[in-house]
């Protein structure tokens, strides 16, 4: 049961191997369990709207909200526990060294999922068991754990880049483990705001996106409307907190972790005046100014590091780079909508058509602003799995054939991507606005075949 | 009692309920794939739709209380068994989305079932196979997955599964089936798989030396299982048979005599997971029991309910 002396992996394949599949998974569950964090609260929402106002678009939108609820919330519930499957089967040094250090966040990680699991089996199957407000509230449960998963879950990525609440003995195991220091350590509160913002985000433009392109073919009926309106509202009221909050998240990097503030700003030397850098754009003194307010301010850059404990550079850059890109298209976006929304209560104007097609990329757009900014700190933080502490390649299993693990994983979830998009498609279909809905009422209200 | 003991005792509790709950509704999985009639599995899809979830918890609960409580035991059978594992994860990856899919075409018109069938049924062996092929190879102190105490567990908890869920759904046809053979078949599937665990169980835990009076405790409940059975006593047979089922579990953990409490986390640590896992049971108890009691009652809209008072 216990771990051999020789450390590392098998060998540099398997290494590889393991960080992209750990990646990989984590890319694909991210992108969903943000969707299981926004859309129980649109939920919610639109339910709370339809027993307001009885306004039947509401009630159509809660409905619908609510089933792709139930199949988003089951494909990121397993892909999350693949996570914690690889955490140890891709990772066991780090879990025997450090699991106690930040287990309690994944405990606690662990109690809201499953009070999550639970009202999600009453919320989804108890339209028809219970009064209509015991029903909406019901769902807050929901919403609410998801926002403390998530909260709970970055505690431990913010460990891993500022390491608290323990000390290492002669032997290089912990003691003195204080693990409510770990979870609170200092990138905690900026790593969960950004997160769970990015997530609200995320799920706000994605399921708006759905609704823009019936709006853009003519079909502008109040319930594609509303669909569109409830999500997009979500996520343009976020947009511009999310810049703020990014602003405060590259000053936190920039004195906690100066190195990944190099990467991320491409400086390869230290000097003073350091000019903003962004794609083919160039401002003289432009960072020292933007984060130190002194355009004469010196900025440390990489070389001042050992080439040993660098980050690639380049990587870390250009995601970096997309994801402020995307992020202040997004802002121009909420702009825009906010404009549209005066101009349709003032004068009665339709949305534009060019407002709708941006609208329509804004989904795919704010998931992959999403997942260049977790590349952003996850490669940004390499070599180190815990910043300072412990080296990635010391984490890994030193079992040989990882890689074998990787391509079954990737065909599983090109499958299971695949295939959960195809289903969503199919429920769009008015077809099954009309048939099915009979059906599915049937059953949860009477049992099999009453 | 140490601190390590309460975690030990927590971590075995996660586990016996991830088998009673999330181990019957991989059986159920394996129902779903060998029943023939539409109403065996219309039965199956609706009593596992609320509450699948929630059993699934448990397997992360067992996790994370074991990574956290005992960080160099999570680590070493991760490392070794990798292999079972990862399969086990895909398992429960391809089982989770397989019936949740069914479970929404259900609304197509499309013959929602034949697309998903084999990989939820599939699936739902796999699993519970290898990750009983690992507890059995770690309790038995062998060292591969594929040896013979490896097998024999993954086939014992495969067996397992399918007798707990065909003893449930017996009386969940008979509450949810407007057909009375359907329950009868599922007391006739957990009969057969009764007879055929309990064969496979006492012999095997011999020859493993399992020396425990809990042998004799899961012999018992299992015979009176068969009799409740028999007697179509529905609701105290789930009872019985979690007993039988849940001390072959017990007895496992007998037999694997870890030496835990030197890979124990420290105090501080188990004591703050002591006092989350405290304050959130104060919720998710109740809402738990909540769950099962609401899908458990006789099925009709509240409106129906309020009309009959």
New interface residues.
């Given amino acids: 049961m216990v771990l051999g002396a020789a450390a590392g992996p098998a060998s540099p394949a398997d290494f590889i191997a393991a960080r992209e599949q750990m990646a990989f998974t984590l890319g694909f569950h991210i992108i969903l369990a943000s969707i299981g964090i926004g859309l129980p609260a649109l939920t919610v929402l639109a339910e709370w709207r339809w027993l307001r106002t009885g306004d039947p678009s509401y009630r159509e939108l809660a409905r619908r909200w609510a089933k792709a609820t139930g199949v988003l919330f089951a494909v990121g519930a397993v892909s999350g526990t693949v996570l914690s499957f690889e955490m140890g089967t891709l990772w066991p040094r780090f879990m025997d060294t450090y699991g106690q250090v930040f287990g309690a966040g994944f405990a606690m990680e662990g109690i809201a999922f499953f009070i999550e699991a639970i009202f999600i089996g009453i919320y989804l199957y108890g339209w028809d068991r219970l009064p209509p407000r015991v029903h909406l509230l019901t769902g807050i449960p929901i919403a609410v754990a998801g926002i403390a998963s998530a909260f709970f879950v970055v505690t431990v990525n913010a460990w891993m880049n500022q390491p608290r609440g323990f000390r290492l003995d002669a032997h290089g195991r912990v003691t003195d483990v204080d693990p409510l220091a770990a979870m609170f350590n200092p990138a905690t509160p900026v790593q969960a705001t950004h997160l769970i913002l990015a997530a609200l985000m995320v799920c706000g433009f994605i399921v708006a996106s759905v609704y823009a392109v019936p709006l853009l073919r003519g079909r502008g009926e109040r319930y594609h409307r509303l669909g569109f309106a409830i999500p997009f509202t979500t996520a343009a009221v976020v947009a511009p907190i999310q810049v703020i909050v990014g602003d405060w998240a590259s000053r936190f990097v920039s004195e906690r972790q100066p190195i990944k503030f190099a990467a991320m700003e491409g400086v390869d030397h230290t000097q003073a005046g350091v000019p903003f850098r962004f794609a083919f754009l160039e401002i003289p003194n432009g960072l020292s100014l933007l984060l130190r307010f002194d355009p004469h301010a010196t900025i440390r850059g990489l070389d001042s590091w050992p080439a040993g404990v660098r980050p690639p550079a380049e990587i870390v850059q250009t995601s970096f780079e997309i994801m402020i890109a995307i992020g202040m298209a997004l802002l121009g976006l909420a702009v825009w909508w906010a404009y549209t929304w005066w101009r349709h209560h003032r004068h009665g104007a339709r949305w534009s058509p060019w407002f709708l097609r941006a609208a329509t990329l804004a989904g795919v757009a704010a998931a992959i602003a999403m997942e260049a900014g977790w590349t952003t700190t996850e490669v940004g933080r390499q070599p180190w799995i815990v910043y300072g502490v412990m080296r990635t390649v010391d984490a890994v299993n030193p079992s040989p054939g990882l890689r074998y693990g990787l391509y079954v994983v990737l065909v599983v979830y090109a499958v299971l991507g695949a295939v959960t998009i195809g289903v969503l498609r199919r429920m769009r279909r008015p077809s099954h606005q009309a048939g099915a809905l009979k059906v599915d009422e049937k059953i949860t209200a009477g049992g099999a075949g009453r | 009692m140490s601190y390590a003991d309460v975690a030990v005792a927590l971590i075995l509790v996660g586990l016996s309920a991830y088998l009673l709950f999330g181990g019957a509704d991989f059986g159920a999985g394996l129902w779903h794939l060998l029943a023939r009639r539409a109403?065996e599995k219309?039965?199956i899809e609706?009593a596992m739709?609320?509450?699948w979830?929630?059993n699934?918890?448990w397997?992360?609960?067992v996790?994370?209380?074991t990574?956290?409580?005992f960080?160099?035991?999570?680590?070493?059978?991760?490392?070794?068994y990798?292999?079972p594992?990862?399969l086990?994860?895909?398992g429960?990856?391809?089982?989770?989305?397989a019936?949740?899919?069914m479970?929404?075409?259900?609304?197509?018109?499309i013959e929602h079932r034949r697309r998903y069938r084999w990989a939820f049924g599939v699936s739902s062996v796999v699993t519970p196979y290898a990750l009983g092929a690992v507890a059995g190879t770690i309790a038995a102190g062998d060292r591969h997955w594929l040896s013979p105490p490896g097998a024999y567990a993954g086939l014992l908890t495969v067996g397992l599964c399918a007798y707990l869920a065909a003893v449930y759904l017996t009386w969940d046809a008979r509450?949810?089936?407007?057909?009375a053979a359907t329950a009868e078949r599922f007391r006739s599937y957990a009969l057969g798989t009764g007879a055929v665990v309990g064969a496979l169980a006492l012999p095997g835990s011999i020859v493993l030396g399992v020396r425990s009076p809990l042998i004799g405790l899961s012999a018992l409940a299992g015979l009176v299982s068969l009799v409740l059975l028999w007697r179509r006593a529905y609701l105290a047979v789930r009872l019985s048979a979690a007993l039988a089922a849940g001390s072959v579990l017990w007895g496992a953990a007998v037999l694997s005599d870890?030496d835990l409490d030197a890979?124990a986390?420290?105090d501080?640590?188990l004591r703050?997971?002591f006092v989350?896992?405290g304050v959130?049971g104060i919720?998710?108890l109740p809402?738990?029991a909540?769950?099962y009691v609401?899908?458990q009652?006789e099925?009709?809209?509240?409106?129906?309910r309020a009309r009959a008072r």
């Avoid at chain 2, 429960?92 to 989305?97: H, N």
Wanted: hydrophobic content about 60%.
């Fill in positions: 109403a219309d039965v609706h739709g609320p509450v979830e929630a699934h918890v397997l992360i609960f996790m994370v209380m990574w956290t409580a960080p160099p035991v999570f680590a070493g059978i991760m490392t070794a990798w292999v594992l990862s086990a994860a895909l429960i990856v391809i089982r989770g989305s019936f949740a899919f479970k929404i075409e259900h609304g197509f018109k509450r949810l089936s407007p057909n870890l890979a986390a420290h501080a640590v703050v997971i989350a896992l959130g919720f998710l809402a738990l909540w769950l609401l899908f009652r099925a009709g809209s509240h409106e129906d």
